[in-house]
């Protein structure tokens, strides 16, 4: 009987630890991001650096880069969307985690039109996925 309840004890503790384990970054995303393979580059605190935009929402993105940056800086961003006219020009963006050649941004401020341009943007990308 008592290994019964041993086996029974082991069980209950094991969707606990699985559930927290299987929770990823993604989940607290307040946008759906979308797959994109921009050209974008980044500057701020007397730094440059340029990269790929592996994926875009309306409040942040991925960037691929070979310059590094630390978690918290803030800088200027601009992404080369094919087909308009100028980059998007994201004013500010603060790095929100870095891994392996890779890293979060955020967008803190944005102008107007540059949000309309952005969401024209993310709107294309959302009708690709659904064409």
């Known amino acids: 009987m008592a290994l019964i309840k041993n086996q029974r004890d082991s069980t209950k503790r094991h969707p606990q630890p699985r559930m927290v384990k299987e929770e ?3 989940e607290k995303r307040q946008q ?16 440059e650096g340029q990269g790929r935009t592996l ?7 991925m960037i691929e880069s070979d310059s590094p940056v630390v978690v918290g800086t803030t800088f200027e961003c601009r992404v080369y ?6 980059p998007l020009r994201i004013d500010e963006a603060q790095v929100r985690w870095v891994k392996a050649g890779t890293f979060g941004i955020q967008f803190t401020k944005i102008q107007p039109d540059e949000e ?11 009708q690709e996925i659904n064409a």
């Not at 797959?35 to 980044?42: D, L, M, P, V, Y």
């Open 24 to 26: 990823s970054p993604r």
């Open 32 to 47: 759906p991001r979308f797959t994109s393979q921009f050209r974008s580059t980044f500057s701020g605190d007397q730094r």
């Open 55 to 61: 994926d875009l929402s309306s409040g942040g993105c």
């Open 81 to 86: 969307v094919p087909g308009l006219d100028w």
């Open 116 to 126: 309309v341009k952005l969401k024209r943007v993310i709107a294309s990308l959302n």
